[in-house]
C-alpha cells in the first residue's frame, strides 16, 4: 500500500491547456494544486486517470487537469464516476463536486455511491455556499446564514459531510482546509491508495460569496488551535505547543491539556482509522470549534470488499462454469426446434 | 392418442386462458404455447395480467389472462376474440365475456361457480344466461373436485393439490386442440426434479384433464390446426423484451465490446434489465441503479469509459432521464435507451400497452436536442431493432431512443434465430493516437461523427461536458460557434438516414389508401390490410421503425396514395409528427388509448369508412 | 405531549371504502391495522390527517385510509409531503413508503425531509425487496441476495435505515415488526406526538417475493429472545424470562445474562431516547442479530426546532415590522415616478 | 449644471456600459436606467454577463457588459446596436466593436490598456486602429489615475479606491447625456448608510468624471433625450425575474391564498426564487428544495394542501420536472410552473437566451399529457402572465406552463403599476360540503374542471394520484375510463381557450406579410414590423402568448396574409407546431440558435426577401 511506483511526471505535467477561470483567492485554486501535486506522488500515468465532476465553481475542475475528464451535469458525477469505474476497473477516477452538487441535488447518488463502496476519490469542496449561481445557502450552510434565498436567514441545520457519510456505510473519510496545501497532497495520496469509495471534504473559502465562513478554524494564527491533525497510529494531540489533547469521558471526547491534572502523552487517545466500528471516528468527525478542534486527516478509512471488483469476480465464475461461450450459444440455447 | 369423429381444419384459431392472479394462468398459457410452437404452428402470444398489486381472489380486478393465436399461416396478433376461453371462475367469464367469437367455446371450473364467487365477480345468478351465452359452446367441468379426487392417494398437502388446477384445464385444451402431452410433462420433470411427487401429481393432473376432455363427448367439433409453412432453419420462442436483451448483446459482441445497462426497475421494462443481469455469461455488466437518473448516468459513465452503454426503461422513467440524455447529446457518446412504453401519463396504466410516448422520445429535453429514435414492431424483432439502436449508437457517435411497448415486451412468438455471421458488422469510430492532440469534437465529412478516445489509451487524454465546446473541446459561448454545433448535432443525425432501409410497402406500390403505422401496432395493421386487400380494396400498410430520421423514400410513398391514415395507440402524435415533416399530405387518424392495441376489426372498419368516403 | 383529545373515532372509522388489494398473509395488512387503530388514540379528526405515498406496495395505503391521501410517483413521497405540512401546518402529515421508495429512487428527499425536521410521520415498510415490480433487490437488501436482478447475488451492503436516519441528523427514530401490532400502534402514537421527523422501521414480511426475511428474528417463538424493545427511562431487558440485558463494555454494547457473573438490573443500561448525542443510540439502531437482539421501539426521540414552524414564524416577525402590507403597497414601494 | 454650445435631440440612443466583471458594470448600468427613467425616458435594457464563472481578468470571456435603450417614443427593445460604449478596458473594446454605430462614440480607461491588458484581449498594438475604429468619437479619459487622485486624501484602502471606477465612468456619461447627479447620489447614502466614507468617495468620484467630461471638449456632440409621451400613471422599472415573482403574488392575493414556491436554483431563473424567498412580508412561503424534482414535489403538495403552488427553473430543470408534471396533471391540482429559457442542449450557454424549450414545455412527458403553455414576451409583462398563468391553473384546476427566457428574465423596462382593483378576480372551483361524498374528478359541464377539496375541511376526505382513476376517484383500468380521462383531460385544457384575449395583430388587418413570433422575441419583432411598416411594407405582427390552447381567430388571421414567416430562437420549434395545428397554411422560417435574440436588421432582412419574393 505505501509503495510508489517511480514517476517521472511532476505536479506541472497534470496542468492542461486551458485558463484557470477561478476568482482571484478562491479557494479552489489550492486544491487544484494539491492534487495535482499528489498525482505526481501517486504515479498513475495521466492516462488511466479520470476526472468526472457534477455542476458547480468547483467542477470546472476536469478542464483544468491534463486527465481524461467528464463535466457532467448537476449532482449525478456520484452516478457518472461510478459508471466509468466499473466499467473500467483500472482507471483512478476522481470524482470533484461541490456540496450543493453532492449533498443538494446529488444527494442520492452520494449516499449510494458511498454504500457500493466503489474505489472512486470524491473530494468536495465545502464552501457552505452556491457558488457558482452566486450565492444562496447550500445544505451545508450554518442554520440561521443569511444568503440570497435566504434574506431572513435560513430555518434549517446543516449536514455534517462526515455523518452522512458513515451514516450511508462509508469506510473512508478524511477532511482538509483548502489553504494547506501539504496535508491535503498526503490525504489525496493516502484517498487514492484505499479500495473503495474514499470522501474527502475539503473546508473550501468562496471569497465573493461566502468569504471567510471556515476562518473561525482555517486562520493561520489560529488554525494550529483549533484544528486537529488525526494521523492513524498516534495520539491525538494538537494546539502550536502540541499540549492540548483528546481523551474518552464516558462516552464524549474531551480536550485535556498535557501536564495538567498530570495528564501524560499516555492518557490520550491514539487514533485508529483503521477500526469498522465508527463509535469513535463519527464523534471525531463530528466536533466543532469552540468545544472541540476540528478534525482533519483521515478520520476513517476501513477496507472492505469494492462492488467493481465484486463484480468482475462474479462474471469471471460464471464465464467459467457456463456452457455458453458466444452470443451463437445463447441463441440456441434453451428450447429449440428446426423447421426443415 | 384417441379417434375422434369430426377433425376441423381451422386456417387459425385463438385460445384465451384466463382465471384468478393465483390460478397459474401465465404458466398455462406459456406450456400451451411452447407446445404449440414445437408443433410447427405460428404464433403469437399477449399475457394480459392485472395491476400489479394482488386484487381481492375471485374479483375481476384480479383476472389474469393469458392468450394464444396459433395458426398455419402466418400470425401477427395475438388475436381480438378468442375461439376458446378457459374461465377458472366467474370473474373470468365477465372479464372477457364480450371477447369470445359468437358461438366460441368456454371451458369452466364449474365447482368455483359458487354464490359467493358469483357475487364477488357482480352475477346474481348464472353468468351464462347473464351474458346471454346460452348459445355457446360450454364445458362447465368440475374441475377443482376432480384434481383433489386424482390426486387423493398421493398424500399431498391441500395446497399443492388445489395449485394443479390449471394443469387439468390444460390438459382439456390439449385434447381439444389434439396436441402431445409430452413437452409439457418434460417440463414437470424438470422444474420438479427435487420434487418428484409434484412432478408425479401435476402428470395425473394433465392427463386426467385430457382423459375428462376425451370422456364427456360436449367437446366435439374438435379444432385442430395444422403446422404454418414457415421457412427452414432453427426457431426458438421469445419474448419482446428476452429479444431487446438479445439484440443488445448480439451487437456488442459484433462490435467487440462489453454491455454495461444501467437501469431500475420499472414495469413493464424490467424484464430487459432481468435478462441483461442473468446474462453474466455474456460478460455483461448490470448495475441496478438507484433511480432512472442514475440508470442513465452510469451508463453514460461506462460509454465514456468505452462499454456499450445502455439503460431501459417506461414512460416515468424516460422522464427522469431527459436531462441526461441531453448530456448525452452534447458528450456525443454512444449510449442506447430503451423504453417500453406503458398506459400514461404519469403512473397511468403500468400494465398496459399504450404509443403515448413518441412526442417525449423525440422532444422530451431542453434546448435543440436531437437524437435517433426506432421503434420495434414485433416480439422477436426487438432483437433486429436493439441490434440496429446499438450499431447506430456506436457507428454514429450518438444517444438512440428505442420504442418498444408492454405488448411487445410480453408478448413472445417463434423465431428464425439468426447465425452471428450474418449480421453486419459493427465499426465504432475509434480515435487514432496519431492525431495528437485529440481534437474531440472535430468530424469526419461524411457521417459528421466525432472520435472515440477511450480513457487508458496514453495521448488521448481530452475533457467533455455539457456546456457548448469548440472542435477542440474547449468551453465556448461564441454565438456563431453555438449555431454551428447546434446544426452539425442536428445533421449528424439527420445522416444516419443515409444507413437505414427503405419504408417498406405490404401490398401495392400504390392505391387508394395508405395505413400508416409504427411500432408495435404492426402486427394488427398488416392482418388489417391483409384482410382488406383480399377483399378486393387497394390499400397499403407502411409501418414505420425508423421515426428520427425517416427513411428517404417517404415523401415518395405517400405521394402514390389518395389517402393516408396514421394509426396509432395514442392521440395523433405520429400522425402530427408527419405533418410537421410532411405538411403536403393530408392525414387521416385512428387513435385508441384503451390501454389495449388495436382490433383488426377497428382498423378495417376505419380504412372502409375512408374507402367508402364516409 | 401525553394528553389526548377524547375521540369519538374507532380504528373501523378509518378505513376507506376501497377493497384493500395486498395479497393475503402479506405484512402490509397490519400495518394498516396498526395504524388505525393509534388514529383512533391519537385522538385528531380525519379530515385533518393526511397519507401521503410514493409508488410501491405499501404505497398503496393511502386508497385504505378514510383520510386526506395523496398516492404519489415513486420515490417522492417525502417532497410532496414536505410541501403539505409546510403548507398546512395545522395538519397531521403521514408518509407511507417502502425500502425502495424511500431509499432507492427516493433517498434524497428522505434523508433532506429528516436533515429538515418538517413534522411528518414517516413509516417505512422495510421488506427488503421491491415488492410491486416483482422481486428485485432493494438497497436494504442484505449481501448476497438472489432475486430476478441479482441471479448470482448481489455485490453491494444494504443500508441500515437506523444509520441512515441519524447520520441525516435525524431526531427520531424507530422500529417495529409489522405482526406486533400493539407495539407499533403505540409507536405511532409517540411518533405523531413526536413534533419533527418521524421514522418508523416496519419490519415487513412480502410472503410473495421475499417471505420470511425477517422470521429469523420476528417469527413468534424466538422474538421475544432476539428482539429488545426499548423504552425510555427503562432498562435495556428482554428475553422470554426478562433475563438478558444490556452492558456498555468500553465503548461497545454487551449482552448479559442477569444473575450470572453477579449481574442485577442495576447494570443493565437504561434507554434514553431524549439524549440528543446519538451514540448509544446509533449502537442501539445497528445491532444485529446473532450478536445482539434487533431493537424494537422508540430509540431515538430528540425535541428540535421544526421547519414549518420556524417558517411561519419568520413570517409572523416579518410582517410585523414591515410597511408592506399588500400588493399594492409592494407595487408603489421602492423607487417609483409619476407621469402625470 | 453647465451650458453647452450644441445640444442634438435624439429620438432614442443605445448605450452600452462594458468592463471586466468585478468592474461593477451592471450597477452602473443600473444606476443609469434607474435615473433615465425617472427622467421620464422609455427604456429597455440588456445585462449581458459571461458565463457563470469569473473568467481571468482582462480576457474577453470576462467581459460583462450592460446595455440601455432610451427614447422619448416607445422603446422595445434594448437596440442592436450601441451609440455610445463605455469600455473600461481593451477587452470590452474587443467585445463589442463590432456592435457599435459607426461613427458612435467611445470611452475608455486608457490606463488600463497597458501591454498585458492588450495581449490579453488578444491585440498586438492599438485597439482602435486593430478594429478600424479610427473615425468613431474616441474618448480616451485616464480614470484609474484620475480616481486614485480624486480620493487621495481621504485615507482609504486601495481597494475601496480602485472600485469606484466605474462611478467616474457613469459621471461621464451623465454628463453626456446631461443627467441629474441627485438620484445616484441619493443611492449611494442609502446603500452606505454605515460607512459614509465610502458614500462620500463615490460622489466624489462620479462628480469628478461628470466634470472631467465637461473639461475636455472632445465630448461635444451631446446628445440629449426627451422624455417619451407615455400615458399618465405611476411608474417603475422593473425587470422580468421580479415581475414574474409579482405577478404570482398578486394572483393569490386576487384569489385569497398564499404562495408556496418549491425552488431550486439555477441560472436564469434564480431570481424569481430570490424575490419570493424576500417577500415573507407578502406571506410567501419558499422552499429552496434539495432538487428540481423535491421543488415541483413539494410545490404539488402545497397546492393540494390548499396553497397556490408555484415552482420556477430553466430548462435542465424543467427536464428534470417532467414526471411531476405528469403527477400534477393526473391530480389536476393547480401548479405555476415557470421556465427561463437559456441556451441549450444540456448545460449548454446557461448565462445565454434562447427559446428552444417549446417542444419540451408542450410534450416532454410520458403520455397524452396536456397542460396549458403560455409565454411573456417583455420584462414588465412577465407580472401580466404570470398572473394570468395562476388564474388558469386556479380556476381550471390544472397546471400552466408559463415561459420567459434570460433576455426577458434580466432586462428591465420602465412599467406602468397597475392598481390591483382593476386586475380581474380569481375564482378557484372550491368544492362545497353539500357535495358528499365527494368525488374528487366529477366535473362541472362547462369547463370540465374538478373540484378542489382542502384538507382540513370535514366530510370531503378523499384520496387523489397517478393512477388512472373514475370520476369517483377509484383506481380504474377499465380501457373505456382511461380514454374517457384521457379524452376529457385534453378537452379540459382546450376550453381553456375560452377565456383568453384573440390574438392581436400589430399592423393592417391583412397583407403580404405576417410576422409569427411567441414570447420573448416581441420587442424585436414589433421594432421590425413597424418599421417595415414605415417603409411602405404591407407587414404585421402576431406574437403568441397562448400557446396552448391557443386563441380563436388564429386561422381567421393566418388566412388574411399572402405569406407568414414565423421567428424565433431555436430551429424551428414553433413553426412546426403550427404545421401540426394548422397545416393548410405555408410557414417560412427564419431561426436563430446563438444564445443571442434577434436583432431588427435580421428580421427586416428575411422579410423583404420574401415580400420580394426572393
Ligand atoms: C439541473 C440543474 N439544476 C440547477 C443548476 C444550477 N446550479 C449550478 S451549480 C449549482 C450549485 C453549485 O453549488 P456547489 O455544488 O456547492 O458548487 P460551488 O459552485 O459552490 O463550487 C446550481 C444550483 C444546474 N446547473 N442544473
Ligand atoms: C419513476 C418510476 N420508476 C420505477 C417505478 C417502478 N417501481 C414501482 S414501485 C417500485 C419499488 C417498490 O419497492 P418498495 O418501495 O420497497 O415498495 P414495496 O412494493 O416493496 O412495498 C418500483 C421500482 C415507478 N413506478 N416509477
Ligand atoms: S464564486 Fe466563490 S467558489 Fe466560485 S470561483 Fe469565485 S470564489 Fe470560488
Ligand atoms: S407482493 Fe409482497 S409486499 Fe406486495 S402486496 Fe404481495 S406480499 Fe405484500
Ligand atoms: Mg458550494
Ligand atoms: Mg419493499
Redesign the pocket.
Known sequence: MSETTVNQLSAKDFKSDQEVRWCPGCGDHAVLNAVQKALSEIGIPREKIAFISGIGCSSRFPYYMNTYGFHGIHGRASAIASGVKVANPDLSVWQITGDGDALAIGGNHFIHVVRRNIDINIILFNNEIYGLTKGQYSPTSQKGIVTKTSPFGTVEEPFSVGELVIGAKGKFFARTLDSNVSLSAQIYVEAARHKGTSVIEVLQNCVIFNDGIHEVVAGKEIRDERTIILKHGEPMIFGKNNDMGLVLEGLKLKVVKLGENGITEKNILVHNAFESNPGIQYMLANMKYPEYPVALGVIRSVPGATYESDLAAQIEDVKKSTKIKSMDDLLNSGSVWKVE | MTKRSKVIEKEEVVIRFSGDSGDGMQLTGTLFSDTAALYGNDISTFPDYPA?IRAPQGTVGGVSGFQVHLGHSEINTPGDFSDVLVAMNPAAIKANAKWIKPGGTIILDKDNFTQKNLEKAGYSRDPIAEENLENYNIIPAPITSMVKESLKDLGLDMKTVTRTKNMFALGMVYWLFDRKLKYTEQYFDKKFGKKPEVAQANKIVLRAGYYYAETIEALTPVIRVSPAPISKGTYRNICGNAATAWGIIAAAEKAGLTVFIGS????PATGILEELAARKDMGVKSFQAE??IAGICTALGASFAGHLGVTS?SG??LA?KSEAIGLAVMTELPLVIIDVQRGGPS?GL?TKTEQADLMQALYGRNGECPVVVIAASTPSDCFHFAFEAARIALEHMTPVLLLTDSYLANGSEPWKIPVMQDLPSIKPPYADTVEIPFMPYKRDKEKLVRKWAIPGTPGLEHRIGGLEKTAKGTVSYIPENHELMVNLRAEKVARVAAGIPDLELFGPESGDLLIAGWGGSYGYLLTAARELQSEGYKVSLANFNYINPMPGNVRDVFSRFRSIVVCELNMGQFANYLRMNYQEFRYEQLNKVQGLPFTVNEIKEKCINILEGN
Open positions: 400489479e431500475y426497475p420499472i414495469t433511480d432512472e426503461t416515468p422513467g427522469l403512473t403500468p
